[in-house]
C-alpha cells in the first residue's frame, strides 16, 4: 500500500519504521527537522532542549528500539542529580532511570529518522477522500495522492483540524485534553551548578528547572538552563503578554537558582501550544476503517515519549493486520 503519516515526531518515526519493509511509506512534517516535541533549539553556541526532557523505557519494544538506534550513541543514560520542591518539603527527585538523546535530544529521533522518505517543511491542511484515494491537501494550495491510508500522528486538537467534520474519529479526538508549556531558554558563558541538574517544584508556576549543559554529551563550560512553566500556569497564560510570562518566569527561576537571571546574554520564550496530554483515549491508536484513516500519538496513552511510540507502533500493527 501506499501510506501517508503526517507527522515525523517519535510516534510518526516508529510507525514508520515498523511499515517501511511492507509498504511504501512517506511522512510530512510543517517542521524544519524531524523529533517533534523531542527537539532541540540551537543559539550560537547554547543548544537547548526544549520540549521533552527525558524518557524513561518500560516497554520491551520501546527498549529494543532505543539500542538499536543507539548504537551510535544517540541515545544514553542520564545520571542526573533531580531535587524536588513540594508543600515545603524538599529532596531527592527519584523515579525510573531518566534517557536522553545525544548530544541533543532530537539525535534519537534523527537516527529514527534514517533511511526514511520524510518530506520536511510540508503543512497539511486536510485530509479528504476514503480508503485507497486519500488525498492530503497542504497549506500552500498543493495535493499529494492518491494514498491506501493517511495515518496521522499531530496532537490531538491539531488532528482534529485537519479531518472532515463528519469524520467518527472527531468524538474521541474531542475528549482529549492537551496542555500548553512555556519554555524560557537561558544561556551565559560560564559554568553554574547549583548542586543539582533538574528541579522539580510542581507547586510553582516554573514547574522545572534543568540544567541543560549536565546532560551527557553538552558542552559542560557554559550554562543553558530550560525553565518550564506548569501545565495549568501555562494554559491560564496561554494568551499574555510574551514580555509579561518572561518576566514572571525569570522572576521565580532566578529565585529557585539562587541568582538573577535577567542579564544572561542569551534569553529566549517558546509557547507549546500543546505540550503534554491529559490521561489517554483508552486505547492505544484510533482507527476509521471506512476512511482508512488512523490516528496516534502521546496523547492516546497519556502524553510521554514511551506513550508515543507505543501509539505508532499500534497504528503500524493495525495496518499490518488489515
Ligand atoms: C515542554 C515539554 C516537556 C516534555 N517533557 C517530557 C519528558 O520529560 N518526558 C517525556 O516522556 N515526555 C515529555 N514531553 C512529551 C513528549 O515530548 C511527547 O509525549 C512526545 O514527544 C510526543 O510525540 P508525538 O510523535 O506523539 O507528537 P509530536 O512530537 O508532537 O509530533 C507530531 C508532529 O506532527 C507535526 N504536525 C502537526 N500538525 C501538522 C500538520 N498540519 N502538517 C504537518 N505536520 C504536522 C508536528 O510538527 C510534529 O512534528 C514533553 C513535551 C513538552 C512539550
Known amino acids: 500500500m501506499k501510506i501517508a503519516i503526517i507527522g ?3 510516534a510518526g518515526l516508529a510507525t514508520a519504521r515498523r511499515l517501511g519493509d511492507a509498504h511504501e511509506v512517506v511522512l510530512f512534517d510543517k517542521s524544519r527537522g524531524v523529533g517533534g516535541r523531542m527537539s532541540t533549539r540551537y543559539a550560537g553556541e547554547y543548544e537547548f532542549d526544549h520540549g521533552a526532557q527525558y524518557f524513561t523505557i518500560t516497554d520491551p519494544a520501546f527498549r529494543e528500539a532505543v539500542a538499536t538506534a543507539g548504537q551510535d550513541a544517540s541515545a544514553v543514560l542520564w545520571d ?3 531535587f524536588y520542591m513540594k508543600a515545603g518539603r524538599a ?3 527519584t523515579g525510573r532511570p531518566r534517557w536522553v538523546g545525544a548530544p541533543r535530544m532530537n539525535s534519537l529521533p534523527k ?3 534514517a533511511g526514511l522518505d520524510i518530506r520536511l517543511g510540508r503543512r497539511i491542511a486536510s485530509v479528504q477522500g ?3 484515494a486519500l488525498q492530503l491537501q497542504f497549506e500552500d494550495g498543493a495535493t499529494e495522492g492518491p494514498f491506501d491510508r493517511v495515518i496521522c500522528t499531530a496532537p490531538a486538537p491539531q488532528a482534529a483540524a485537519l479531518l472532515p467534520d463528519g469524520s467518527p474519529l472527531q468524538a474521541d479526538l474531542a475528549r482529549v ?7 524560557l531558554m537561558v544561556g551565559w558563558p560560564e559554568p553554574f551548578d547549583p548542586d543539582w541538574d533538574t528541579l522539580r517544584a510542581p507547586d510553582l508556576p516554573v514547574s522545572w528547572i534543568a540544567r541543560n549543559q549536565a546532560k551527557p554529551g553538552r558542552n559542560a563550560d557554559i550554562s543553558s538552563l530550560v525553565v518550564h512553566a506548569a501545565p495549568d500556569w501555562s494554559d491560564a497564560h496561554v494568551e499574555s503578554d510574551r514580555d509579561h510570562v518572561r518576566a514572571l518566569m525569570l522572576d521565580t527561576a532566578s529565585t529557585l ?7 544572561a546574554p542569551h534569553i529566549d520564550l517558546h509557547r507549546w501550544l500543546y505540550a503534554y496530554a491529559e490521561g489517554g483515549v483508552g486505547r492505544d491508536c484510533l482507527s476509521d476503517d471506512a476512511s482508512g484513516i488512523l490516528l496516534a500519538g502521546d496523547w492516546c496513552l497519556g502524553g510521554r515519549v514511551e506513550g508515543a511510540f507505543l501509539s505508532g507502533r499500534a497504528a503500524a500493527r493495525r495496518v499490518l493486520q488489515g
Not at 485534553?177 to 519554555?183: E, I, L
Not at 537558582?257 to 542579564?263: F, Q, T
Open 177 to 183: 485534553r492537551m496542555h500548553a508549556c512555556f519554555a
Open 130 to 132: 476514503s480508503a485507497g
Open 257 to 263: 537558582c539562587g541568582r538573577a537571571l535577567d542579564g
Open 80 to 82: 542526573s542529580r533531580g
Open 8 to 10: 515525523a515526531g517519535m
Open 111 to 113: 537516527a529514527l529518522a
Open 91 to 93: 529532596g531527592p527527585d
